[in-house]
């Protein structure tokens, strides 16, 4: 009588009275069957660019323990090697699980599959260790249907304790929606100084802030942070410098400009009148007072070498107000001009700061400002 055989392991079901003198190989053959499926590990070189079918016997001769004629009853397959074309690798038509290890390299996709339904297979990317299920028909990566075991999220981390989402080896680490369909995405690179890039899908948009408040963008440290193109690449590039009264630092590459297509200005501030005026033309580079008695102003505080400043003074309702300056003024031929004494009117008066004076570059007297 035909022998036959059981429908997951294979195992050879025994009539009676049959193989006589045989059974030490047949028993041998059911422990490293059984041992293969419960732990087996066995690597499988598929390199080249056909596809690959794992081996299967029913035999005595798999009584070895490497197992190496019958492939798809081990329960840890990896596959090496280098892979020239996108190929399938199949199992015989067995219902079983897997623990699966994609190690081949050449950039090119493997799916894994059951003979004769190549088209219900799972493709595994390269470096890829998963958990697979097969009914015999159709083969499913347990890993990767997680997402709809925790379709409400995943939590990383103990709570008592920082969360880690890496790559299973020296590969990116990518995270997108929809699997990938229709999706922005975010790359983490391997690589020593790898980047991290933010990729919205077609004209979508990077948001910072919750839509109840505002958004923050801010390095990770004491350290500068830098906004540029390319990778900074034929880049200008806008600084902000980390430190005590940083400064905000706009650099063009070769010849290019900072332009404003629209309005740019400094906001006007009216300083508190003091007889010994203050004016701190960091803060107020643009500003006016209104005289309520003589004035003379004293040496602006916190100049920057270069610097553009003006300063509009009005007389008050009973006007006469006098005004004097610093000796860090410099007007035209070395003599300040005299201000208008008319109530409500104003004398408009600029300057540039050479790191020593500030020059005149022009004044406009008895304007009406109201």
Known sequence: MASTYTSRLKLERQTSGENSGNWGNLVNYVFNRVDCSVKGYQAANIAGNANVTLSSANSTTNTDDSATDDQVHNAILEFT???TANIHVFTDAVETKYTVFNNTSGSYT?????????????????????????DGSTISDVMGDLG???????????????????SSGAYDLTLNTNAGSNSGEIT????ANGNIKLAPNGTGEVLVGSGSAAGDITSSGAYDLIIDTNEGTNAGNITLSNG?????????????????NDAA????????????????????????VTLDDNVTFDAPTNPTTGQFVSI???????????????????????????????????DLFGFRYNGTKWLEVGRTLNLTVA
Do not use: M
């Not at 905000?248 to 590459?253: E, P």
């Open 188 to 191: 983490i690179t391997d690589a």
């Open 265 to 288: 200005y400094f906001p006007e501030v009216d300083l508190t009148f003091d007889t010994t005026q203050d004016w701190d033309v960091q803060a107020a580079p643009v500003a006016k």
């Open 148 to 166: 709809d075991i925790v379709s409400t999220g995943v939590t990383v981390g103990s709570g008592a304790a920082a969360g880690v989402l890496t």
């Open 81 to 83: 090697g280098a892979l």
């Open 110 to 134: 493997l799916t894994f599959a059951n003979t004769g339904h190549a088209a219900n297979g799972v493709a595994l990317k390269q470096g890829a260790k998963t958990l697979i299920y097969s």
């Open 312 to 346: 509009l003074c009005i007389q008050d309702g009973t006007g006469s107000r006098t005004i004097a300056w610093n000796g860090v003024f410099e007007f035209a031929a070395n003599t300040a001009p005299t201000a208008t004494t008319t109530g409500g009117q104003g």
């Open 244 to 260: 005590a009264n940083g400064d905000i630092t706009f650099t063009n590459n070769g010849t290019g400009v900072v332009k404003f």
